[in-house]
């Protein structure tokens, strides 16, 4: 690892001015799960690192609000996965954090941190020899000829297909969240889903904030879909491991059996947080059956760009989605 | 802000098993180097250095982490938890230490500190309830010898001790 010096802060505020003082290429650690491993492998290797993982007025969490949820940026994945409200109120939410890392590393990673973490593409983390424009723009990417079994179906460039591997982001975009961010400049929010980039030809941009800004919360419009949804998460063992193809499904179902609001995003498939505007017109306005939640399940699908291992994802994330949607009317309040 | 110098190791203190600790403490330093290699504190172990295996499982301030993903800067002022600290003063086993026993839990044993961790905090967190709900809390440790359906059955049989 290479040498780095720190700092640390006790406020937002504070972090925000440590940073800027910290010069160019200085990094936020918060949990440390993502960066300080990445660091290990010097593919991460700042000059400088500013401790927020005691900033007090990040830490809390509200669920009770009639008409949003606040979550700190620096509220740990573990309490908020335990919190009762959420369980009850949207299942999907709690359980994007709970089948996400393992209870160790949910610990100790922040919400915030997790917006951001970094792909887990083996070019990208292998370092060299591996070419990969990501880590090193200019150099390729090995992953277009290469094993791309983990790799994009959805947002990818000729550039770059590492997928996104976050779960909780997953869930966030099909509730249209919104980010809090603090910086130089001051205060302002986006929305989540026009936090993360697509990699185009410049995969090293991962996210539109600006150099020296602090996610400080983030926001969720409270909706009754949240009763009815789902986050359905299929991996290569049952538990603590990366999605090959998730899914997160909100919605409600009205007196007659037909479903109302509708809200679906699928993961481990896209180079970012993956809306499916379409699956969810599919199944707008559908009586819940078998037949409609395959059909919002091509729906989301229909668009997809495999490479040469990861087909079968097309196959699997169209029967994932339709098991969330099952899943999720199940639990809609009718 | 006014300019300081840039800071590259910090005088760190924190308690590891009860015992005060004053360390100075490079920044890069984990805190299960500085267990290890510093205080001479080896029951956690390094498997993965990647915060893949949980073989490294220890408390801070009473929660499990893995302590190779953890700066050791952020144990400042901290309570830390290892496997040494868990037995009573006498040495009498706790109750998980005997369960792995009885339910033979272990094979080569590289694993287990970082399973008792873990299986203590499983049994704090309430998450002990049934069979599925252990293997799902205890998926961060990793056995490569394969002694799951013990380990498994261990925890279980505490938490019926305990009444959870």
Redesign the interface.
């Known amino acids: ?1 290479r ?5 640390t802060a006790g406020t937002a505020v504070e972090a925000v ?2 940073l ?2 910290a010069g160019p290429g200085a990094r936020l ?1 918060a949990g ?2 993502t960066l ?2 990445l ?3 010097e593919i991460e290797t700042p000059p ?2 500013v ?1 927020v ?1 005691r900033v007090a007025d990040l830490a809390g969490f509200d669920t009770s609000g009639e008409r949003e949820l606040v979550f700190g940026a620096g509220a740990r994945m ?1 309490d908020v996965a335990e919190d009762g409200r959420l369980r009850r109120d949207y299942p999907a939410l709690t359980e994007s954090l ?1 089948r996400a ?5 949910r ?2 990673a922040t919400l915030g941190g997790n917006l951001l973490q970094r792909t887990r593409c083996p070019y990208f983390r292998g370092g060299e020899p591996f070419a990969c424009n990501k880590r090193r723009p200019g150099s390729g990417c090995a992953a277009q000829e290469g094993l791309d079994r983990s790799h994009a179906l959805f947002g990818g460039s000729d550039d770059c297909i590492a997928v996104y591997p976050g779960d909780w982001a997953t869930a966030l975009v099909a509730f249209d969240a919104e980010v809090d961010v603090l910086g130089p400049g001051g205060a302002r929010s986006l929305p989540l889903a026009r936090l993360h980039r697509e990699p185009g030809d410049t995969p090293q941009l991962e996210h539109t904030l600006e150099p020296g800004e602090l996610i400080t919360r983030i926001r969720v419009p409270v909706t009754p879909a949240g009763r009815g949804s789902a986050y359905l998460k299929i991996r290569d063992r ?3 491991a990366f999605a090959l193809v998730s899914a997160a499904v909100a919605l409600t179902v009205d007196g007659d059996g037909r479903v109302g609001e509708c809200r679906i995003a699928v993961g481990g498939v896209a180079t970012r947080p993956w809306r499916v505007p379409a699956a969810e017109q599919a199944l707008r306005g559908q009586p819940v059956s078998d037949a409609s939640a395959r059909a919002a399940g091509e729906a989301a699908f229909a668009g997809a760009r495999p490479g040469r291992h990861n087909a079968f994802k097309i196959e699997l994330g169209t029967r994932t989605v339709a098991d969330a949607v099952r899943v999720a009317a199940g639990r809609a309040v009718r | 802000m006014a300019a300081t110098e840039p800071v590259y190791e910090v005088e760190l203190s924190c308690a590891v098993n009860g015992e005060p600790v004053h360390v100075r403490v490079d920044t890069r330093e984990s805190l299960l180097d500085l267990l290890r290699e510093r205080l001479g504190v080896t029951g956690a172990k390094k498997g993965c250095d990647h915060g893949q295996c949980g073989a490294c499982t220890v408390h801070l301030d009473g929660r499990r982490v893995v302590s190779c993903l953890t700066p050791a800067v952020q144990a400042a002022g901290a309570d830390v938890t290892t496997v040494e600290g868990v037995a009573g003063p006498d040495g009498e086993l706790h109750p998980l230490q005997q369960a792995f026993i009885d339910h033979d839990a272990l094979q080569c044993g590289y694993c287990t500190p970082g399973q008792i961790m873990s299986g203590l905090a499983c049994l704090a967190e309430g998450h002990a309830g049934d069979d599925d709900e252990v293997r799902e809390y205890m998926s961060g440790n990793l056995c490569r010898c394969g002694a799951y359906a013990g380990i498994v059955a261990a925890v279980r049989a505490v938490a019926e001790q305990q009444g959870r």
């Open positions: 690892m040498p780095f010096a720190y700092t001015a440590a800027a003082a650690l440390g799960t300080y491993d660091m290990k492998l400088a690192v401790d993982h573990a709970w890392a393992s209870q160790q590393l610990n100790m049952e538990s603590y």
